[in-house]
C-alpha cells in the first residue's frame, strides 16, 4: 500500500447481513493506522506501525428511539475526506499557526445515523452524527476500551461524585489492578506496554454532558452523569446548585446534530504529548466577529494578597485603598489585570459592593494606570443574576470575570458555560473558570474563555501538600494537552521538601525559586495568575521583572526532556525571543539541552536563573547569570536541585 493512500476497503460487506466490513484508514503521514470495524456492532483499533495501540469495542448509544446504531448494522455508504490546512488562533497557547492535516471517513448507515473518524498524524476523534427528528433522549452514551495487561493509566480518581471539582492528585495505577466501578475525569493517559501513549480527552462539548471513564471487569468504559433531578439551594453560594441526584439518562437534546468528539491523542513518547492541538483543532471556529478587545495578560488578584500587605497607612481588605494599591503595583510592573476575588459582593447581589469598596473609582483609577479590573462570581449566584449583573459590570467598565463553583459536568451546566461565553462576549468581557471541569475546545468557538481552573494549583499549598514538584512534572503531559490551565505559578515564597508547611493566608510553594520562576512558561495560560502578595514581589524585585517579562502567549513550543511526574524542558518562542524553562521532581537532576531550535547564523544573548549552590538546604537560593554570545546548536547543562528548576531568556543581539 502506499503511504499516501487515504483508505482501503479490505472487506466491503455493507449489503450483506454476515461477515465484517473493515475500513483501514491511514493518517497523513502513514505512521498510524485506524481499522474501522462493523460487524455486530461497531469497533475500531489503532495502530503506530505493526503494533496495536489499544482499541474500542462497543460503541453505540441507547436512546428512546432505539439503540444507535442498531444490531448488526448495516452501512449505507462511507464518505472519504482529507484536510491539510494551517489554522492561525485568536490566542496563541502554543503556536501561531497550528497544521491541521487528517484523514477522514464518515460511515453511513440504513437507520440513518453516522459515524465519523478523523485520523490525524498524532492522534484520532470520533463522533456521532444524528439526523432524526424531533429531540432526543440519551440513556447512555457507550464505548469499551481495551488494553493490553500492562497498561498504566494516570487520572484523577474521583469515584461516584457528580460535583466533583476536577481537582484530585493524580494516581497511576495498572488498568488490571483497578477495582471494578473505579472511576476518574479526563484527561487521562494511558501507556501500553509497548511504550506508547493515547491522552484521552474530549471535544466540543455542547448540550451535552462531559465524559468520565470508569473500570468495567475487561477493562475501561465510558461514563456519563445523569441530567440533575435535584438540588442543594439551601447552602451557601459556593455549594448551591450542587446535585443531589441524576436521573437515568445523560442528555435530552435535538435528534439532529453532532455529537462531541471523543479524542485520543498518540505520542511516541511523553515529548509528543506536548504539542498536541487536537482538543483546539476539533473545537468549533470563532464566533466572535471582532475579537481585537480580547487581551491575554497576567493578573494580580487580592484573594490572599490582602493579608500579606505590610508598610502603608490604610488597612488592608476589600476596601477602595488596598484596590489602588494593587493597581499601582500592577502599573510598576506591566501586569494588565488586577482581580477582585471573593469577598466583594453584598449579601450575594453581584450589583452591588459590600461598604468601604467604591468599584466605580477603582475602575476610574485602574483606566489611569491602565490596567483592567476582574470581578470574582460563583456559579449560582450568576446563573441567576447573569443579565442584570452584566449591565451593572459594564456600567463600572469591568473586563472581565472569574465564575468559580460550577463543580459538576453534567448536561445543564456544560450549557452554562456556552452561555456564559456567549453572553460576556458580548459585552466585551474575558473569562476565567475555577471549580470548572476541564477544557474541551469552547475557548476556539469563544476566545475571550482565556483559562481555566479543573487542576490541583498554587492555592493548594495553603491545605496539603498536593502541588508538589511531582505534580508539577505531570501537569503539562495530561491536564495541559487538553488547553490553558490557572495554575498560579511565581511565588517567591519557596520552600524545600522538608521546610514546607501549610498556611491558607500566606501559602509557601514547593520547590526553588527558579522552579517557580520556569513555571511561568512551563505551563501554559493566556492568563497567568500572580500567586504572592505584592510586598514580597517589592522584596525580590529582580526575580519579579523576570518572571512579569514571561508572554502569555506563544508561537513556537519545541520539547526538549520529558519524562511523566519526573521533569520536563522545553522552549517556547514569542517573536523574536525565545524561553527555555526546565523543572525537576524531588530528585536532583543535571541535562544536557541543545539550543539546536536557535536560527543560523545569529547571536544571542542569554539572561539565565538558575538554582542556587545551597537551593537544596534553602529553596529561595538561586543565581542569575547572562551569557552573551550563545549560537544555534550550543549545548547547556542545567543542573537543577532537589525540587529545582532552571529558565532562560534568549534574545537576538
Known amino acids: 500500500m502506499k503511504r499516501g493512500v487515504l483508505f482501503l476497503l479490505l472487506i466491503m460487506l455493507g449489503e450483506a447481513s454476515i461477515g465484517a466490513t473493515v475500513t483501514k484508514l491511514l493518517s497523513p503521514d502513514g505512521k498510524l493506522e485506524l481499522q474501522v470495524i462493523v460487524e455486530s456492532g461497531v469497533s475500531v483499533k489503532l495502530f503506530s506501525g505493526h503494533d496495536e495501540v489499544f482499541g474500542i469495542e462497543n460503541i453505540g448509544l441507547d436512546t428512546d428511539k432505539g439503540v444507535i446504531p442498531v444490531d448488526n448494522p448495516r452501512i449505507r455508504r462511507i464518505r472519504k475526506n482529507s484536510v491539510n490546512n494551517i489554522v492561525k488562533p485568536v490566542i496563541r497557547e502554543k503556536r501561531a499557526e497550528i497544521p491541521e492535516q487528517y484523514n477522514e471517513i464518515t460511515v453511513e448507515f440504513r437507520d440513518k445515523s453516522k459515524l465519523q473518524f478523523r485520523l490525524y498524524n498524532d492522534g484520532f476523534a470520533y463522533r456521532f452524527i444524528l439526523d432524526l427528528p424531533g429531540t432526543i433522549i440519551i440513556n447512555n452514551d457507550m464505548a469499551d476500551f481495551v488494553f493490553d495487561k500492562e497498561s498504566l493509566l494516570t487520572y484523577q480518581k474521583d469515584n461516584n461524585n457528580p460535583n466533583s471539582d476536577y481537582e484530585k492528585p493524580y494516581i497511576i495505577t495498572p488498568i488490571t489492578e483497578m477495582e471494578v466501578n473505579d472511576m476518574g475525569n479526563l484527561p487521562a493517559l494511558i501507556k501500553n506496554g509497548t511504550g506508547k501513549f493515547v491522552l484521552f480527552m474530549e471535544a466540543n462539548t455542547k448540550d451535552y454532558p462531559v465524559m468520565w471513564v470508569k473500570k468495567t471487569p475487561n477493562g475501561l468504559s465510558t461514563h456519563f452523569w445523569g441530567v440533575p433531578s435535584g438540588y442543594n439551594d439551601n447552602g451557601n453560594y459556593y455549594n448551591r446548585k450542587r446535585t443531589t441526584g441524576n436521573r437515568d439518562y445523560i442528555a435530552e437534546t435535538r435528534a439532529s446534530r453532532d455529537l462531541p468528539w471523543k479524542v485520543f491523542a498518540f505520542a511516541n513518547d511523553e515529548a509528543e504529548l506536548l504539542t498536541n492541538q487536537l482538543v483546539y483543532l476539533l473545537g468549533e471556529e470563532c464566533k466572535i466577529e471582532d475579537t481585537s478587545w480580547i487581551k491575554p495578560g497576567w493578573v494580580t488578584f487580592d484573594w490572599w494578597s490582602r493579608r500579606g500587605i505590610y508598610g502603608v497607612d490604610f488597612k488592608a481588605g476589600v476596601n477602595t485603598e488596598t484596590a489602588k494599591y494593587m493597581i499601582d503595583f500592577a502599573h510598576e510592573f506591566g501586569i494588565r489585570y488586577f482581580l477582585f476575588d471573593d469577598g466583594w459582593t453584598f449579601k450575594e447581589d453581584l450589583t452591588r459592593a459590600v461598604p468601604g469598596l467604591d468599584i466605580a473609582e477603582v475602575v476610574r483609577y485602574a483606566d489611569s494606570k491602565g490596567v483592567d479590573v476582574m470581578l470574582w462570581v460563583t456559579y449560582a449566584l450568576f446563573s441567576d443574576q447573569m443579565e442584570r449583573a452584566l449591565e451593572q459590570f459594564q456600567e463600572w467598565g469591568i473586563k472581565g470575570v472569574k ?160 519524562k511523566v511526574g519526573d521533569h520536563v524542558a522545553l522552549a517556547r518562542r514569542s517573536g523574536s525571543v525565545w524561553y527555555v524553562a526546565a523543572i525537576t521532581d524531588w530528585e536532583p537532576r543535571k541535562m544536557n539541552i541543545n539550543l539546536e531550535f536557535l536560527s543560523e547564523g545569529k547571536e544571542y544573548t542569554m539572561e539565565l536563573i538558575k538554582d542556587g549552590i545551597n537551593a537544596n538546604e534553602t529553596a529561595v537560593d538561586y543565581k542569575k547569570e547572562i551569557m552573551r554570545n550563545v549560537r544555534k546548536g550550543d549545548k547547556i547543562t542545567i543542573d537543577m536541585a532537589s525540587g529545582g528548576g532552571w529558565i532562560a531568556r534568549i534574545v537576538e543581539k
Open 403 to 562: 465564575i468559580d463553583f460550577m463543580n459538576r459536568s453534567d448536561q445543564e451546566v456544560v450549557n452554562f458555560y456556552w452561555k456564559a461565553a456567549e453572553e460576556c462576549a458580548k459585552y466585551k468581557m474575558v473569562i476565567d473558570f475555577h471549580g470548572a471541569y476541564r477544557p474541551d475546545g469552547l475557548r476556539r468557538a469563544y476566545p475571550n474563555v482565556l483559562t481555566r481552573e479543573a487542576l490541583i494549583e498554587f492555592e493548594y499549598n495553603g491545605g496539603s501538600d498536593w502541588d508538589n514538584p511531582d505534580h508539577h512534572c505531570t501537569l503539562p503531559f495530561i491536564r495541559n494537552v487538553a488547553g490553558p490551565m490557572d495554575y498560579i505559578p511565581g511565588t517567591m515564597n519557596n520552600a524545600t521538601k522538608k521546610d514546607f508547611s501549610m498556611n491558607g493566608d500566606k501559602p509557601m510553594g514547593q520547590g526553588t525559586r527558579a522552579h517557580s520562576i520556569a513555571m511561568a512558561v512551563i505551563t501554559e495560560s493566556p492568563m497567568q495568575m500572580l500567586s504572592d502578595a505584592q510586598p514580597l514581589y517589592y522584596n525580590n524585585r529582580e526575580c519579579a521583572e523576570f518572571l512579569l517579562g514571561i508572554p502569555v502567549e506563544w508561537d513556537e513550543i519545541v520539547p526538549l526532556e520529558a
